[in-house]
């Protein structure tokens, strides 16, 4: 069993940044690939990035690449995202989640966290 909380987002102007965080706790934390995911309202769940368990292989989706950064220090069980040049449609509520294989789909995901609400204002 992992359990995961999120924090780190919050209201920003278009054009600045916010890190999210995303604290594991469970003795096997750091053998789980970790995603980022994000749902605006009236809209699905989406991709928005994955690291592996070592930390040496990334994933992100095309519309945030270049500009957020996925990372995972497993020393203190904990998972960034970086998001720079925010745009008002990254707006979401943000959800970190946790996964035994690389993937990209939601349904891969076991474990997830509450979600923590980015405003991104023009």
């Known amino acids: 069993q992992v359990q995961l909380v999120e924090s780190g987002g919050g209201l920003v102007l278009a054009g600045g940044s916010l890190r999210l965080s995303c604290a594991a706790s469970?003795?096997?934390?750091?053998?789980?690939?970790m995603g980022w995911f994000r749902q605006a309202p009236g809209k699905e769940r989406e991709f928005v990035a994955a690291?592996?368990?070592?930390?040496?292989?990334?994933n992100y989706a095309e519309n945030v690449k270049g500009r957020f950064t996925i990372s995972r220090d497993n020393a203190k069980d904990t998972l960034y995202l970086q998001m720079n040049k925010l745009k008002p449609e990254d707006t979401a509520v943000y959800y970190c989640a946790a996964s035994l294989v690389m993937s990209l789909t939601t349904g891969a995901y076991r474990f997830w966290g509450q979600g923590t609400q980015v405003t991104v204002s023009s």
């Open positions: 469970g003795r096997t934390s750091n053998l789980y690939v």
């Open positions: 690291i592996s368990q070592s930390g040496k292989t990334t």
